[in-house]
């Protein structure tokens, strides 16, 4: 299920996580002290900044499902007395969020951060304050240009960026991962896709211009002089470009596409209908669902497409309902999902607990009851019920299931789960979320600073047991070109495909 705080994570501003399946973090070098724009906010004293610093630390390690997962015991405490000496005056609060982020973002789980400083970013734009105006995409140890939103012309999309104020765009990468919590290089650099220019603004406070070098396909190099926007700038930059795919993440879309061929892009697995009461009532998802797979079996469909490319994910009270109507066993998303107990969980959750007293069936209660019974410290199991199967008849042709990088949280379990049980074949991208992840977010706050600190208390393991940090490797991969035609040649092949007929591809 989601729970109100991890509906609130950002990462990035289009992710929604699931309390049972996370975002992940890339390696980067330790955090080291870097200007940080200053806000309108007080100041903390020195002693307050490090008192919330050694209460970050003591709760990371208490709540944390497992902190050292990915980091070293002996290198999170040599990085904590560094970090600690840096702190000798009074700090600006956005300079403590980075730096405990910073700090945090090193254990490489995604699950664990602070997001004030995204936030503050947040009012920078709304406030008209300018920043980096062109979006990447990443491609092993290369960085190509997606997005020119800065007027000028002799940028191109596609082209690759070499260098920014001459550093070496690798040492960029290293540098502006270190903001983010990630548990891979790759999903670090998926999620850079949007929050590039945060991450520059974090680094280098405002600047008014940045000197890029870049390079055309053909080879031919350049350098030119790049001036930061406004959000209206850039808005207005972006409409003189001719458009390229953008698929609507809220879309639920249901249809033949041709003899036999059905197509669904079911949208999150959660409520978006306008005048919602609540994000988990999932009754016009139902319908919705059910009116889509009746339609399938009515057309004579033998083969679908499911496209959760940009999903954000959800929750799997509505991702079961789909599932089921083509699964032929019993199914869960996890083959272990266990959490470790600890004070800051039971109160997190004892908060969700009390927005709803009446609800005596919700998985808060479950939390709450388990955590009875279990003493601080503890790692316990946390038995999820299986989903069963929709009643016959069900769908029973050819299921493909089309992810990216872009295919986020409970989007990557269904992912999974399909691909586990044989539901389904999975085609695409790989995705960057992870499918076996510590997840199942909580907060807790700093007692100065205000800072919420969000940690995860659970691991969860995808169904085949597969404990690999990685996400879910498609079983046919379609690759997806840097910058993205409005024709959609992915899903022109992921529809030959499940067609059963030679690919055809739009120039």
Known sequence: MITPSIRALRQPRWFVAT????????????????????????????EEARADFAQLYTALQQAHYDLYARAPRRDYDALYAAV???????????????????????????????????????????????????????????????????GLPAIERGDELVAIDGQAIERWLVRTARNQSADTPYLAHALMERDFAMLLWLELGRVDRFVISARRAD????????????????????????????????????????????????GPFYNVDPGATSEYDNTAFRRFIDSAFEGFLAAGAVALVIDLRDNPGGDSSFSDLMVGWFADRPFSFESS????????????????????????????????????????????????PAATPHPAPRFTGKVHVLVNRRSYSNTVAVAALVQDYGFATVIGEETADLATTYGAMETFTLSHSGLEVGFPKAHIVRPNGDLAPRGVV??????????????????????????????????
């Open 84 to 150: 600690r000496a840096e702190i000798t005056g009074p700090e600006p609060a956005l300079e403590v969020a980075a730096r405990f982020q910073r700090f945090v973002a090193f254990g490489k789980v995604a699950h664990a951060r602070i997001d004030a400083a995204y936030d503050a970013f947040d009012h920078h734009v709304a406030g008209g304050g300018t920043v980096f105006p062109l979006r990447i995409r990443v491609v092993g140890d290369r960085v190509f240009i997606t997005e020119n939103r800065s």
């Open 337 to 384: 999902f266990r959490i470790r107990v600890s004070a800051q969980a039971i109160a997190s959750n004892r908060k969700r607990v009390e927005l709803a007293p009446d609800d005596a069936h919700s998985v808060s209660r479950r939390f709450a009851a388990l955590y009875a019974e279990a003493r601080l410290g503890d790692t316990v199991a946390f038995a999820v």
């Open 19 to 46: 309390w049972f399946v996370a975002a992940a973090c890339a390696p980067h070098a330790p955090p080291a002290s870097a200007p940080v724009p200053a806000v309108a906010k007080p100041a903390l004293s020195p």
């Open 219 to 266: 080879g031919a190099a350049f350098d030119t002089t790049v001036p930061a926007r406004s959000d209206a700038e850039m808005k207005a930059a972006a409409r003189t470009q001719p458009p390229v795919l953008a698929l609507d993440r809220n879309a639920r879309i249901a249809h033949m596409v041709g003899a036999g061929v059905g197509y669904l892009r079911p």
């Open 474 to 507: 498609p079983d046919v991969v379609i690759a997806t070109s840097v910058v993205e035609s409005i024709d959609d040649p992915v899903l022109q092949q992921a529809l030959a495909l499940a067609a059963n007929r030679p690919t055809v591809v739009s120039p």
